[in-house]
């Protein structure tokens, strides 16, 4: 499932992360690592906050899409 379908709460473990080159490694450079734990804290809009390695990160509803969960 796609991280930006998950529910605010709940904790994940990255499955896969999808997209071009690019789009992973700006991602990897966040600290979205498959088999890192991830929690989704809050959704504003077409953005989601995220909790990955005890740092929160905002990213967008497209860039969520790319990791599944």
Do not use: C, Q, W, Y
């Not at 990255?14 to 966040?30: A, E, N, P, W």
């Amino acid at each position: 499932m796609p991280l930006s379908f998950s529910d605010i709460g709940i904790g994940h473990t990255i499955k896969k992360i999808s997209g071009g080159d690019r789009v992973r490694h700006h991602l990897f450079k966040l600290g979205f690592v498959v088999g890192s734990e991830i929690i989704v804290v809050a959704k504003f809009g077409n953005n989601v906050i995220v909790k990955v390695k005890d740092s929160r990160v905002a990213i967008g509803a497209g860039m969520a899409s790319k990791i599944m969960v």
